[in-house]
């Protein structure tokens, strides 16, 4: 176990521990866009028929923001009725589905916009709008460039990875820059500011929810605890131990794995207490992320190539982060996701 810094120094943010040595390798990420493919995985194929005109979009240097605001002006249609299941880093090569809500008429063939930051491949009717988490998952095919370091430990960590999979931390970038939403959340249900707007608001609320989830999960490892079931853990369908997303209620763990969820509790007392105030109830998120199919190349002595897919939710930096640091070329932050959600 050692303790890997996030990527920037906050006190919002403590350097969470990570699972396995340290192999003192780096790596460039994302020098060029095609260096980073992400592939939604549907939760199901289009219905074919219904109200809503579902699209198939490859977008390359593009957020997913940007890309709905454009289906929508090209559909005629108000920027609430397009639908997605989670947002893509802009600095990727990513394929998503959006949802438009056209109900009556012939909607327009979307196939024909052209614009140079992204196509639509396929358009076809569906039955319901896109919402956040409307996916099975997120396939990643990542190439690591200027790979330096001993070969041989990136080699083990790997392994390790495909194996016992990796802690499963929400991501650094859903705290927002140096981990400001937390501490706006943290305010916020100190009563010290007030947060009118409801997207505001929810973004803070999960950031905090996340804090303590890692917070918890962070505890395992330090003590000497990570891929092992504690007395009373609640397991999830595949047997594997979860940790708590925090809301009203008690916690649904018993004995040894109760104690540390509410020392954690006791910890972040008002973090915790805010999220029962604001209405949110207690849910459970698993405390490993196994990637899926995870297989990985040396296209070249100074390249590493990697091919996994994760869970909806899952952090394609808690995969990389196991493995080696890895740094990105000095652009502006777009703040969306290196994982997909």
């Not at 090569?93 to 008429?105: E, H, M, N, S």
Request: aromatic share 8%; charged share 25%; glycine share 10%.
């Amino acid at each position: 176990m050692t303790d890997h810094p996030t990527p920037a120094a906050s006190s919002a943010l403590p350097a969470w521990p990570s699972a396995y040595p340290a192999t003192g390798a780096h790596a460039v990420l994302k020098r060029h866009n095609e260096d980073f493919v992400v592939t939604e995985l549907p939760l199901q194929p289009p219905s074919g028929a219904g109200e809503h005109v579902r699209v198939e979009v490859e977008k390359n240097g593009a957020n997913t923001a940007f890309v709905a605001e454009r289906l929508a002006e090209a559909a005629g249609v108000q920027a609430w009725d397009v639908g997605y299941a989670g947002l893509k880093d802009r600095h990727a090569v990513t394929r998503q589905a959006f949802t438009l809500y056209v109900p009556k008429g012939e909607a327009p063939d979307l196939t024909r916009l052209q614009h140079p930051e992204f196509q639509v491949l396929s358009q076809s009717r569906h039955a319901k709008k896109l919402r956040p988490g409307d996916l099975r998952g997120n396939h990643f095919r990542i190439l690591l460039r200027d790979v330096t370091g001993a070969r041989e430990a990136v080699e083990a960590n790997l392994r390790a990875v495909a194996a016992q999979g990796v802690p499963n931390y929400f991501g650094a970038q859903r705290f927002g820059h140096d981990g400001g939403n937390v501490e706006q959340g943290r305010a916020m249900l100190a009563r010290e500011i007030r947060v009118r707007h409801p997207k505001k608001k929810g973004l803070y609320l999960s950031a905090v929810r996340s804090f303590v989830f890692n917070e918890v999960l962070a505890l395992r490892i330090q003590q000497g605890l990570w891929g092992q079931t504690l007395p009373g853990d609640v397991l999830d369908d595949a047997g594997q131990p979860t940790g708590p997303l925090w809301g009203r209620g008690r916690v649904s763990t018993t004995d040894q794995a109760q104690a540390l969820e509410n020392g954690v509790a006791q910890r972040h007392a008002t973090l915790c207490d805010g999220l029962e105030h604001a209405g949110l109830d207690q849910e459970r998120r698993a405390l490993v992320s196994r990637p899926g199919d995870f297989a990985w190349d040396w296209p070249a002595a100074d390249q590493l190539r990697l091919d996994f897919w994760l869970p909806a939710g899952h952090y394609a930096t808690s995969v990389l982060g196991e493995i080696l640091r890895t740094t990105e070329p000095d652009r502006q932050a777009d703040g969306e996701p290196l994982a997909a959600e």
